[in-house]
């Protein structure tokens, strides 16, 4: 392995790289290089100008945190996520509103739909898995070392062992398992009437892991079943760990451009996922 290879980061360059992107970075440098050139440090300009451009070779862009605004910056120009679209490069997911299977738009979790958001939280606090910190809330070091360890447990276990452990869980819903070839397919299908439906939930294996093993962390705790699944999905929003792989979780939007999880045909949510897979954890609500 060369020195340039070792230094090249797959995710921002190649087949990944996003050209619009690459392209700011690359006006950003010369815009320095000329405001250096205008007051006569020639040698300096210079020198900026070979590191700027292998940084943006090797890393795909200069601009400090570019894959973390990038995507934000889309967002909110109107028409911009069709300009950012690079296609699908490798380790992107590619599901949109329109070839996503139903039941997993608005982010499809264990729990019914008539779950009582704020009755679950009460419990969660009262149960001291969810803990005051300051004007926010947080998870119990404890209980996230506990659910961490399940996961990791989990991780590598086959789809088909996950959907099992989840009808055991439930008891209320029939659960199957769907190779769906779009999106992130494989899915952990939950039924709760007498046939597939519009209103089955479609678990991602990643979401359908972390859930599983959340249900069965918070056994430890004074909390009957129906609270444990309720309080499954929710608890997504505090992961950071990834349960696919064992990245670290960011926050970021479905728009594709620099880390973005989705293509340009779908708005643009705002989300959590795995920097290192892409997989999409938690749908977070709109910003006002």
Known sequence: MTTFD?????????????????????????????????????ALAAAVAVVGALAVWLRGYVVPFTPRFAPRLVAAVPGGERLFDHGNAPGRDRETADDAPAGTAGDANLAPRDVDAEATLGALVDAGVVVPAGEDLQLDDAFREAWTV?????????????????????????VSVEDEDVGRGPYVVVSRGDGPSLGDAWLTRPVAVAELAAVEALADHDLDRATRVAAAGPLRLFLDECPACGGDVVETTTVECCGGTAGAGASPDHVLACSDCDSRLFTLPDPE
């Not at 790289?17 to 690459?22: A, K, L, V």
């Not at 399940?150 to 099992?164: G, L, Y």
């Open 150 to 174: 399940r996961i990791r447990d989990r991780r590598d276990d086959p789809v088909e062992a996950v959907a099992s452990d989840v009808a055991d869980a439930l008891a209320d819903a029939t």
């Open 6 to 42: 070792a230094l090249r980061d797959a995710r921002y360059t190649g087949e990944a790289r996003c050209w619009p992107c690459t392209a700011v970075n690359v006006v950003v440098v010369a815009a320095v290089v000329l405001a250096l050139a205008l007051v006569d440090r020639v």
